[in-house]
């Protein structure tokens, strides 16, 4: 297995970490305002799929910290999240090919955005060692 041989500076790792921190916040608070009748997207929403990304939205946040404090753990954590994000997103593409009333268009890129965002995240993080 070969070595990877480059170091990222603290201060990308924290960037890094603000970055999984702060789409958390948005997440939840976006998540929160539909389930809580607050707000109306003006599209389907898929219940199952409302409750997942709000719940993983604290779990973002708590992948931010973790990247902080233990950067070989954070990026377990966002290989996790990116995993678990896929896995959604092929499911609800899935519903929304074969059921296209169960989902929305939005859902699904608001979906691939995320996917996106956590593959940049542990991407990042896999291809660098961090000065403690």
């Not at 539909?34 to 992948?63: A, K, Q, R």
């Not at 989902?103 to 996106?116: G, L, N």
Request: proline share 2%; net charge positive.
């Amino acid at each position: 297995m070969e070595k990877n041989n480059h170091i990222m500076p603290k201060w990308i790792r924290f960037l890094i970490a603000a970055i999984a921190i702060g789409f958390g916040l948005l997440t939840v608070s976006a998540g929160s305002r539909v389930l809580f009748d607050i707000s109306e997207p003006g599209y389907i929403v898929f219940l199952p799929l409302l409750i997942f990304n709000t719940l993983m939205g604290f779990i973002y946040m708590s992948t931010g910290y973790l990247i902080l404090r233990n950067a070989q753990k954070g990026r377990k954590a966002s290989k996790t999240i990116f995993i678990l994000n896929l896995l959604v997103l092929v499911i609800i593409l899935l519903l929304y090919f074969f059921s296209s009333d169960q989902v929305a268009a939005d859902s699904i890129k608001a979906m691939v955005f995320r996917t996106s965002v956590w593959l940049a995240i542990y991407w990042s993080l896999k291809k660098s060692i961090f000065r403690q």
